[in-house]
């Protein structure tokens, strides 16, 4: 992970992709990134100096990635919500999952689903021997597909749902899904060759994760997360996804 002194973290808004390295505005986007916070609720969390604090919030005002509003019960008192998505950041440069997966392309160049196995993965891998963390956009990406494919099925209940979202991901990535109960999830195993994947110590299904979650929402209106918790990067021997209202 980069030192946090030198950590660049990427927001988008309707104006694009904005970089922010202080680390002063990054504590007080990531504090936005759980709920709202009135001005005085970001001072004391900083720990900076309230006149500090008011120039960094102006500045990312006027960048239109934070927005100002007045509490309804009190207003004397600001609160400050998120207005842009949080997008990735940058972190120390991991080559060696990247190149193991680049020596195992010659010799399956000519097998259409290895090489396209080999293709998901060099995509999740690469961004991470380039030096940037690229989930969360991976995610968001694979949640605007799933609400785009959401149209495209039939149930109308969640349970219902989750097992056609079962077949769905069977049919694309052949592998096996069980849908869970307690908690309710949904659990891959061997999606797109995953347990060939190294061990690197965290999930790296967020594409899967967001698109299952974009499916739920799309389909059931309803604001769901979906939150890897196990998986062949953690060294299990599937991927769990937790679903959660």
Not at 80 to 98: A, N, V, W
Not at 121 to 132: M, N, R, V
């Amino acid at each position: 992970m980069a030192k946090s002194e030198s950590r660049t973290e990427f927001f988008y808004n309707e104006k694009g992709l904005i970089a922010i390295d202080s680390p002063v505005k990054l504590q007080i986007l990531n504090l936005l990134r759980e709920e709202p916070r009135s001005f005085d609720e970001i001072v004391k969390y900083t720990a900076k100096a309230k006149s500090t604090i008011s120039v960094h919030l102006n500045n990312l005002r006027s960048c239109e990635l934070v927005e100002e509003s007045f509490n309804p019960k009190d207003r004397r008192r600001k609160i400050y919500s998120l207005t842009s998505r949080y997008m990735g950041c940058s972190q120390e440069p991991f080559i060696e999952h990247y190149r193991k997966l680049l020596e195992k392309a010659p010799a399956n160049g000519y097998d259409r689903f290895c090489f396209a196995e080999i293709l998901f993965h060099a995509l999740c891998f690469g961004f991470e021997a380039y030096g940037i963390n690229n989930a969360p956009v991976v995610k968001t990406i694979g949640s605007d597909l799933g609400i785009s494919v959401s149209s495209i099925f039939k149930s109308e209940t969640q349970d219902e749902l989750l097992k056609e979202i079962g077949d769905f991901l069977e049919f694309h990535g052949k592998c096996r899904v069980s849908v869970l109960t307690d908690p309710i999830a949904l659990q891959i195993e061997d999606s797109f060759k995953a347990s060939s994947m190294p061990v690197i110590g965290k999930p790296f299904c967020s594409l899967i994760e967001g698109i299952i979650e974009g499916i739920l929402k799309g389909k059931l209106e309803k604001d769901y997360k979906v939150t890897e918790t196990e998986c062949y990067g953690t060294g299990h021997e599937h991927c769990l996804f937790k679903i959660t209202i």
